[in-house]
């Protein structure tokens, strides 16, 4: 009998477990999750949270459902990864393993920019909410949504919540003395999608009146003049910052000596293996800039599914199931509207160019179809 552990309960490590539990079905191997919080969250759906939208508690579902399809779940902070061991610490216990997923995602750490006291974001529910208090104070004035760093889950999001406000200003008849401005590293909305996707979000941007200011690496906050501060000097006045917080890989003292200098786990790119034990797994945003992917849910979703795939292999002796499917997509909420971008990125892992990127769609009835993706992937992983 092997014990899997997966830590972390976001999409890779919730995917990783059902498809385990399906595989395994029957069989004596135990299947082990662990993660700080009894809740899975919906992550896309935090903006909407922020904006009235959603409640907390329409967007999270305890992880404990998971124990119905024979997935032992267990609440806990990872403290230590011992790889030499195979164990790992938590809640003041040592818990051994046979195969380990580390699926930890990204931590927001506010305090590595200063003055970020006086931004607000939706990268957490407690963030989210937050923000949604700093909105309903808004009466009118110049809102700046920034970035702090390249690296950030969900890229597209920043786009999003302008287009978002925009939609949400309207409707409460403030658009007219509000401005909102965008500043972003990148030159053009987007631009690392390429240019079908940077036009079409480029486009939406200026319908909606929003300012983009790009080439903007922020360097801090001004709390009492105002100001979102650039490296190259540039200064940007806010009314209300709406700010991506840093972010870093949550390691939890994996792989010692096997990180590169941004901490991030080295892994094979073609198994996600790490270098440090092959029967050590690693996926989503706590490795995939590393090996030039997006921090995105949807890349730790494939991820996941491939890595079940290699451990049911494993345990089975035979076993044939999905190759890894380096693509992105993603619903783009801009309010009243809503876009479908993709982006494959073989040429990427091949180190052949660059991804190979587009549109599928825009309406307002793709929108819908976000909206309804949330229900589906609740019934299919959390039911």
Not at 12 to 23: M, P, T
Not at 234 to 248: G, Q, S
Not at 352 to 365: F, Q, W
Request: proline share 9%.
């Amino acid at each position: 009998m092997a014990r899997i552990m997966i830590l972390g309960g976001g999409s890779g490590g919730l995917v990783v477990a059902n498809k385990l539990a399906r595989g395994l079905r029957g069989t004596s191997h135990e299947i082990l999750l662990v993660d700080r919080s009894p809740y899975h969250y919906f992550m896309p759906s935090f903006p909407w949270v922020a904006l009235g939208f959603k409640e907390p508690e329409q967007v999270r579902r305890p992880l404990k459902n998971l124990e119905k399809k024979g997935v032992r779940v267990l609440q806990g902070e990872v403290r230590e990864i011992r790889i030499p061991e195979k164990r790992v610490r938590v809640n003041g216990e040592d818990l051994s393993y046979d195969l380990l997923v580390v699926s930890l995602g990204a931590e927001v750490k506010p305090d590595l920019m200063p003055g970020f006291e006086a931004a607000y974001h939706p990268w957490t529910i407690e963030g989210a909410l937050r923000m949604r208090e700093a909105i309903q104070r808004f009466e009118g004035g110049r809102i700046v949504i920034g970035v702090s760093g390249p690296y950030y889950r969900c890229p597209p999001a920043p786009y999003e919540i302008a287009g978002q406000l925009d939609f949400a200003l309207r409707a409460r008849r403030l658009r007219d003395k509000s401005e909102i401005v965008l500043a972003h590293p990148h030159p053009q909305p987007l631009s690392a999608m390429g240019p079908a996707i940077s036009g079409v979000i480029t486009e939406i941007l200026a319908a909606k009146g929003v300012r983009f200011e790009g080439n903007f690496h922020a360097r801090a906050i001004d709390p009492e003049r105002r100001l979102l501060l650039g490296q190259d000097g540039r200064e940007i006045p806010f009314d209300l910052l709406i700010m991506v917080p840093p972010h870093r890989p949550s390691v939890a003292g994996m792989c010692p000596g096997l990180l590169t200098p941004a901490s991030f786990p080295l892994v094979d790119p073609k198994t996600f293996r790490c270098l440090a034990d092959p029967d050590v797994f690693a996926i989503g945003d706590m490795v995939n800039p590393a090996i030039n992917l997006p921090a995105a849910g949807v890349v730790a979703h494939f991820q996941a599914e491939f890595v079940a795939n290699q451990i049911l292999a494993e345990l089975k002796g035979a076993y044939i199931g999905e190759s890894f499917t380096p693509v992105a997509m993603c619903i783009m909420d801009f309010g009243d509207d809503a876009v479908l971008p993709m982006c494959d990125f073989t040429r990427i892992l091949d180190l052949s160019g660059p991804p190979s990127c587009g549109v599928l769609g825009r309406s307002k009835a793709i929108r819908l179809t976000k909206m309804l993706f949330e229900s589906i992937w609740f019934a299919t992983y959390l039911s």
